[in-house]
């Protein structure tokens, strides 16, 4: 028989109801009176009824994520982090692919708004179309994005600084000696126009000329970057460094690159974003721009756990930035140098460019 709230009561001594109050967490029940409770809840392996949970809390406690690709490890990665917080807490998820379609995005949404307690979303809509999320919002949706902001959409976000990002990967270029720096760039998403900003702003700052032809329309998906790559290619007119919107994109530029007889690294330096996990086992190890993925997922998750308990007023507007870093490896043409009996900080290289 399925141990109930009776048994865990008995158990304790105490009313029904004072155990029903612990496991959700009510005001009214005190630190110690609630572990208590929950200590003996995991001894006796209580599996709480979630039909009747929901039935009478009013929720569904299940939590909607909405992101492009699936198929990308990225998302699946900050997936797997929500739900680390998520399930913990009591809520299922349910997860939706638009497969990078703002039409399919918006059809989604809507139908996961009337399921769940509120949405993650990693929207791919341009970053000023928000009025059908302002309409959401304002009709009380709780709504956390992540990795990809929205302007004027007044709901928590929590992402990396994405300009610096497109800043720190052509700086580094930049440093290399490299002037002709092309940028294969992404889709109509924030990310992919901040990225491109930054990459802007590192020519400015270093006084290089922003020149329009180095920026190559492209996409975020690996078959996207390689297609890019061959068409410039077949323009020969190919810059001696590349910066790539992301990882993916990156891979498929080295590809095509790797087609046409050309060296990644020594031909072409190459650098990407967001550290994807076996960037650093191709044949020739991907220079990126790294962020905490799990971080992020985790932030997103315990920001929209605020929304449905409805404990944090500053949780709903809150934006939570994640520091991006450079992650060097052989693919931009730079090598670690280990210098015997010198001690360098955690995370700290030297570097030499290969010709």
């Avoid at 891979?251 to 007889?261: D, H, N, R, V």
């Avoid at 929209?304 to 870093?325: H, M, V």
Wanted: net charge positive; with cysteine.
């Amino acid at each position: 028989m399925p141990v109930t709230l009776a048994d865990i009561a008995r158990e304790l001594g105490v009313s029904k109801m004072t155990v029903s109050r612990a496991i959700n967490n009510h005001p009214l029940i005190n630190a110690e009176t609630r572990a208590r409770v929950l200590e003996v809840a995991r001894r006796l392996n209580y599996k709480p009824n979630q039909y009747a949970r929901a039935l009478a809390t009013n929720r569904s406690y299940l939590i909607g994520i909405v992101v492009p690709d699936l198929m990308n490890l990225y998302f699946a990665e900050v997936t797997r982090a929500i739900e680390s917080v998520a399930r913990p807490a009591g809520f299922q998820i349910l997860i939706c692919s638009t497969e990078e379609d703002p039409t399919r995005e918006l059809g989604e949404v809507e139908t996961l708004l009337q399921r769940t307690d509120g949405l993650i979303i990693s929207s791919v809509l341009p970053p000023t179309e928000t009025k059908a999320y302002r309409k959401m919002v304002k009709g009380g949706a709780r709504i956390v994005l992540v990795d990809r902001t929205m302007i004027n959409l007044r709901c928590p976000a929590v992402a990396t600084d994405n300009i610096q990002v497109g800043r720190l990967a052509t700086d580094h270029l930049i440093k290399l000696g490299h002037r002709r720096i092309g940028h294969l760039q992404g889709d109509a998403s924030s990310v992919s126009a901040e990225r491109l900003e930054g990459y802007r702003q590192a020519l400015v700052m270093r006084k290089l000329r922003y020149d329009a032809a180095l920026v190559r329309p492209c996409g975020l998906l690996e078959s996207e970057g390689y297609e890019a790559m061959r068409a410039w290619l077949a323009a020969g007119d190919v810059p001696d460094a590349i910066f790539a919107v992301n990882d993916p994109t990156a891979i498929g530029a080295m590809k095509a690159l790797e087609e046409a007889g050309l060296q990644v690294g020594q031909d072409v330096a190459l650098v990407g974003a967001g550290n994807i996990h076996y960037g650093d086992m191709l044949r020739v190890p991907l220079t990126t721009v790294s962020w905490s993925r799990g971080e992020m997922g985790e932030q997103a998750a315990h920001l929209l756990l605020q929304l449905i308990e409805d404990k944090s007023p500053a949780a709903k507007t809150q934006q939570i930035i994640l520091p991006p870093e450079l992650v060097v490896r052989n693919s931009c043409g730079a090598q670690p140098v280990v210098r015997a009996k010198t001690k360098v900080a955690s995370g700290a290289k030297r570097y030499a460019l290969r010709r």
